[in-house]
């Protein structure tokens, strides 16, 4: 059974200050990681997919690295906006191809 | 840009109740699909459909029934509504199955209330 934990649960940081948020998984074999954010009272928004160790995306303040067991989501200089919660998940190539298997997410909070 | 609109955003349920979550997408997606999200738990899949005109189970299909009533439509049906299924229902869609590109694109949620 494909298995996700995010750490830490809640982060607050001030703007500015740099930080990142762990999703360590276990799977049979990774088909693919996924990154996503949720802003309060939305849908989760899709970021990123990593597909083997060694793989990174970036987008505007966020990059996302992926290992042999777990992914980190670096927020550079974060901002405000940058309040959410971010979800990973992800899909193993023993599980079935509908499912994705979700981490219940890392709080993020920025403060001005 | 409409996306994946639902329908209702709210609604509070009796226990042995029955309603219908509504779903619609505009972005000719082929696979659909309805999620639950619980407090301090991730999201977990309820229902999917690859392409019109087929349905399957997730991880939690209990007390849960659906339909894709086209290639725009998805519903969630409860027949008899249980306290356990207070909840934050998501409905998705994706080009194709969602382990493909993992690129799933969510309405913005129904928040329900069994009493």
């Known amino acids: 059974e494909d298995q996700v934990t995010q750490s830490p649960e809640a982060l607050r940081l001030q703007e500015g200050e740099s930080s990142s948020l762990n999703c360590s998984y276990t799977?049979?074999?990774?088909?693919?990681l996924f990154w996503y954010r949720q802003d309060p009272g939305k849908g989760p928004e899709f970021l990123f997919t990593?597909?083997?160790a060694g793989e990174e995306k970036e987008k505007e303040r966020l990059k996302a690295t992926l290992t042999k067991k777990e992914s980190f989501l670096h927020i550079t200089a974060p901002k405000p906006e940058d309040s959410a919660t971010y979800l990973c998940?992800?899909?193993?190539?023993?599980?079935?191809?509908?499912?994705?298997?979700f981490g219940s997410g890392t709080q993020l909070t920025v403060l001005p | 840009n409409a996306g994946v609109t639902q329908t209702p955003k709210f609604q509070v349920l009796k226990t042995g109740q029955s309603m219908t979550l509504q779903c619609a997408q505009d972005?000719?997606?082929?696979?659909m699909y309805w999620y639950r999200q619980d407090p301090g738990m991730g999201l977990r899949l309820i229902y999917y459909?690859?392409?019109?005109?087929?349905?399957d189970k997730g991880e939690v299909p209990n007390g849960y029934n659906v339909s894709r009533l086209n290639k725009r439509e998805f519903s969630l049906r409860l027949e008899s509504a249980a306290p356990s299924q207070t909840s934050v229902y998501f409905c998705?869609?994706?080009?194709?199955?969602?382990?493909?590109?993992?690129?799933?694109?969510f309405g913005e949620g129904s928040r329900l209330t069994v009493l």
């Open positions: 972005m000719n997606h082929n696979s």
């Open positions: 990593l597909y083997s």
């Open positions: 998705a869609s994706s080009v194709g199955l969602a382990a493909n590109t993992g690129e799933l694109f």
């Open positions: 459909s690859a392409s019109e005109g087929t349905t």
């Open positions: 998940a992800v899909q193993g190539v023993s599980g079935s191809a509908r499912q994705l298997t």
């Open positions: 799977v049979s074999g990774l088909r693919g």
